[in-house]
């Protein structure tokens, strides 16, 4: 990781391990719900199957568990659901204690939560995660000079078709809101094929030593003149905020690369 990244404030978070008490058996932990304090958002992360560790009438009332909890989920909110199950799950299914934590994303705390305690998370590089990158690209001006390289696989949005191109980073600062909120985690894909002009580009400047690069996120807009025969120059490139709070700066092409376009925020 490079020496020299900018840093992101964690978010403050609560989470509590779901156990299955069976007959005969030791508890296992089988499942996470992990609250965001702040949003009030709720991730859950349950056991695939559980045919392993119960016979198959029980095994078929904890696979449809998922399905009932998420539903309370989506209606009622996390914190609801966390009470209902305190006050209600005990004999073969349980709900541990209240834990606080501080995650910078509840999607890859939730992944490392479900590794600890309950059990080892496949990684399926570009075909269930995407690499996430040390840099922290500046939604204002340049961010400072930092090296970077792939620090954790994190999970991928469902239903999303996965290449080697995409990858996952964090934009800090305000400028890109409220599209892009400071802290988000998003998703990029290197090399953008076709026109730049009006996109949202992760841009580098190059920096002092070889390993090194400043970065930020900006609309990008250029103006162009003929310098020869089906040759194009650049005469302006600008970088645009989205929030009206921030002025536009123009850059030298010199220097400068678009090493990638924004996608969407994942969290």
Do not use: C
């Not at 090194?212 to 120059?233: F, H, L, P």
């Amino acid at each position: 990781m490079g020496s020299r990244a900018v840093s992101i404030s964690g978010r403050p978070g609560v989470y509590a391990v779901l156990e299955a008490a069976l007959p005969g058996q030791e508890p296992r932990n089988i499942g996470v719900l992990l609250i965001d304090s702040t949003s009030g958002r709720g991730f859950l992360k349950l056991r695939e199957r559980y045919d392993d560790i119960a016979d198959p009438a029980d095994a078929e009332i904890f696979e449809a568990l998922e399905s009932h909890l998420r539903d309370r989920l989506d209606t009622g909110g996390a914190e609801a659901l966390l009470s209902w199950m305190e006050d209600t799950l005990s004999n073969s299914i349980r709900i541990g204690d209240r834990h606080e934590v501080v995650a910078q994303s509840f999607r890859h705390t939730l992944e490392q939560l479900y590794a600890d305690q309950v059990a080892p998370v496949e990684i399926r590089r570009f075909q269930t995660h995407l690499p996430l990158y040390t840099l922290r690209a500046a939604a204002g001006h340049l961010g400072e000079e930092m090296s970077v390289e792939a620090e954790d696989w994190v999970p991928a949005p469902e239903g999303m078709k996965l290449d080697p191109n995409l990858f996952v980073a964090h934009v800090v600062g305000r400028s890109m809101e409220p599209r892009i909120p400071d802290g988000s985690l998003n998703l990029f894909r290197l090399n953008p094929a076709g026109s730049r002009q009006g996109k949202i580009l992760l841009i580098e400047r190059y920096g002092v030593a070889d390993d090194s690069a400043r970065y930020t996120v900006k609309r990008y807009t250029s103006e162009k003149r003929r310098s020869g025969d089906d040759e194009w120059e650049h005469t302006r490139i600008r970088l645009e905020p989205l929030n009206p709070e921030f002025e536009p700066w123009d850059v030298d092409p010199e220097g400068f690369a678009v090493v990638a376009e924004w996608l969407r925020v994942i969290e």
